[in-house]
């Protein structure tokens, strides 16, 4: 079967797109590629450090030129971070390059996931993480939506069966 050459995975943090994409190359027989942990290699630092020290316009610029380079790559499954979406031209990246799946999941099942973890600067700017990662799905869903090839709800079941509704769904 002749699937998408790249396929990009979006969605908010939590979404599981890096379990979820790793499950997928696989499966699919592709390169797996993490803009995050890409990122982290390239400058030796973590995601909290580059926001403490750049602040979320440096971490975007580092992001955006990471992402033109992942995506000249080709035969890949690439995870791309939460807030990838906010730049026009990363939406155009995206577009242009590949087949774009929104990994989709509940509130609920995002809080639990990412409420308590210290690698997420954007949630922990204020006291309440819950209402913080329901304003960046408001701000960020019609984002991922205009890109999104594909729309997948994840979270309720295992990451095996989102692979499978993945690929289901993908042309040939």
């Given at each position: 079967?002749?699937?998408?050459?790249?396929?990009?995975?979006?969605?908010?943090?939590?979404?599981?797109?890096?379990?979820?994409?790793?499950?997928?190359?696989?499966?699919?027989?592709?390169?797996?590629?993490?803009?995050?942990?890409?990122?982290?290699?390239?400058?030796?630092?973590?995601?909290?450090?580059?926001?403490?020290l750049e602040g979320?316009?440096?971490?975007?610029?580092?992001?955006?030129?990471?992402?033109?380079?992942?995506?000249?790559?080709?035969?890949?499954?690439?995870?791309?971070?939460?807030?990838v979406i906010h730049?026009?031209?990363?939406?155009?990246?995206?577009?242009?390059?590949?087949?774009?799946?929104?990994?989709?999941?509940?509130?609920?099942?995002?809080?639990?996931?990412?409420?308590?973890?210290?690698?997420?600067?954007?949630?922990?700017?204020?006291?309440?993480?819950?209402?913080?990662?329901?304003?960046?799905?408001?701000?960020?869903?019609?984002?991922?939506?205009?890109?999104?090839?594909?729309?997948?709800?994840?979270?309720?079941?295992?990451?095996?069966?989102?692979v499978r509704d993945?690929?289901?769904?993908?042309?040939?």
């Amino acid at each position: 079967m002749a699937y998408p050459e790249n396929i990009y995975l979006v969605g908010p943090m939590g979404a599981g797109k890096t379990t979820i994409g790793r499950q997928l190359a696989k499966q699919l027989r592709k390169e797996f590629l993490d803009c995050d942990l890409e990122l982290e290699k390239r400058t030796g630092a973590d995601i909290p450090l580059i926001f403490e020290l750049e602040g979320e316009d440096g971490f975007r610029a580092r992001e955006a030129t990471m992402l033109e380079e992942l995506c000249e790559h080709r035969g890949v499954v690439l995870a791309t971070g939460g807030g990838v979406i906010h730049r026009s031209e990363n939406r155009s990246q995206l577009v242009t390059n590949g087949f774009v799946i929104y990994l989709n999941p509940p509130l609920e099942i995002l809080y639990q996931r990412t409420a308590h973890d210290r690698n997420r600067p954007m949630l922990h700017t204020d006291d309440d993480p819950r209402q913080r990662i329901r304003e960046l799905l408001e701000a960020r869903d019609p984002l991922y939506r205009q890109v999104a090839d594909l729309v997948v709800e994840t979270g309720r079941n295992s990451s095996r069966f989102v692979v499978r509704d993945i690929i289901d769904g993908l042309p040939q």
